[in-house]
């Protein structure tokens, strides 16, 4: 879950009633209601590798337009899903038609 916002919260509370594994990436350090994990977005791409599903519903700043692009894909593993339910702007979308 890239966002710890409101829609990002409850998306993570949601997503606990299925047994599922959470990490929240976010801006600043410090624990995400609800989240297994809790990392920053400096920490992002060595988490990629080993992610399922990325949800995107962080708040569109300078620091996360276009934060899915080439290398952030090219690091997620071939069954992995990108769910964007914040900004269209979070994806580079040319990259993600690449694929």
Known sequence: MLGAGGVALETVRL????DTHVTVVRRRPGAAE????????DEL???LP???VVILAAAL???TRGIIGTEALDLLPEHAVVV????GE???????RAL
Request: net charge negative; proline share 3%.
């Open 34 to 41: 609800g989240a297994d994990k809790t990392l920053t977005t």
């Open 15 to 18: 997503l606990k009633c299925f």
């Open 90 to 96: 979070h994806v580079v979308e040319p990259d993600l």
């Open 50 to 52: 080993q992610t399922d």
């Open 45 to 47: 791409s060595a988490h």
């Open 61 to 63: 700043t300078d620091s």
């Open 84 to 87: 964007n339910v914040g900004r």
